[in-house]
Antibody
Framework: EVQLVESGGGLVQPGGSLRLSCAASGFSFSGYWMYWVRQAPGKGLVWVSRISSDGSITNYADSVKGRFTISRDNAKNTLYLQMNSLRAEDTAVYYC?????????WGQGTLVTVSS | QSVLTQPPSVSGAPGQRVTISCTGSSSNIGAGYDVHWYQQLPGTAPKLLIYGNTNRPSGVPDRFSGSKSGTSASLAITGLQAEDEADYYCQSYDSSLSGSTFGGGTKLTVL
């Protein structure tokens, strides 16, 4: 059974940092592009970042470019999102998702709250 | 402001048919990139409903169908059921963003 389990969310002050993790199981993790998508409270889905199957290609939404870094460890079947210089507008549930045509599997999400 | 435009809300009575539009541009849908649709029930993660414009993943009822033409795509739901009440999102790739983009979402209310 395919599973994606996010962790690492929490309350952080503006300007602070957090690292999210997404543990994958039930499929060949190294064979898929992986994505981070976020959803602010009461708002829609927003693409944040993506990484190629071997980690050599990464892309970011303009709103997080220069502040967030996506990475993966295929040996550990884990996807990461390092978030620095966090702002109030980064407050959201962060989902990791597997790209297979569309996003066919999603994690349950982890809530990041940026507030003083 | 989303790159893909969806109506904020649609509604229909049980058993009726509704459609949700997704309008893009020449850098996304019009460029030939696939459109995918997701259903999000309250408090849950999104679920893939339609992939590659018209294809249903295993387990998705054939009441759900997708289409694409030019710079737009549509999701149709026939035989509306109370359990279909949810938020629906379209998604595609945008070459000007070098990444994925979602529509703003459409809230479906079953009257």
């Amino acid at each position: 059974e395919v599973q994606l389990v996010e962790s690492g969310g929490g309350l952080v002050q503006p300007g602070g940092s957090l690292r999210l993790s997404c543990a994958a199981s039930g499929f060949s993790f190294s064979g898929y592009w992986m994505y981070w998508v976020r959803q602010a409270p009461g708002k829609g889905l927003v693409w944040v970042s993506r990484i190629s199957s071997d980690g050599s290609i990464t892309n970011y939404a303009d709103s997080v470019k220069g502040r967030f870094t996506i990475s993966r460890d295929n040996a550990k079947n884990t996807l990461y999102l390092q978030m620095n210089s966090l702002r109030a507008e980064d407050t959201a549930v962060y989902y990791c998702a597997r790209k297979n045509g569309g996003f066919d599997y999603w994690g349950q999400g982890t809530l990041v709250t940026v507030s003083s | 402001q989303s790159v893909l435009t969806q109506p904020p809300s649609v509604s229909g009575a049980p058993g009726q048919r509704v459609t949700i539009s997704c309008t893009g541009s020449s850098s996304n849908i019009g460029a030939g990139y696939d459109v995918h649709w997701y259903q999000q029930l309250p408090g849950t993660a999104p679920k893939l409903l339609i992939y590659g414009n018209t294809n249903r993943p295993s387990g998705v009822p054939d009441r759900f169908s997708g289409s694409k033409s030019g710079t737009s795509a549509s999701l149709a739901i026939t035989g509306l059921q109370a359990e279909d009440e949810a938020d629906y999102y379209c998604q595609s790739y945008d070459s000007s963003l070098s990444g994925s983009t979602f529509g703003g979402g459409t809230k479906l209310t079953v009257l």
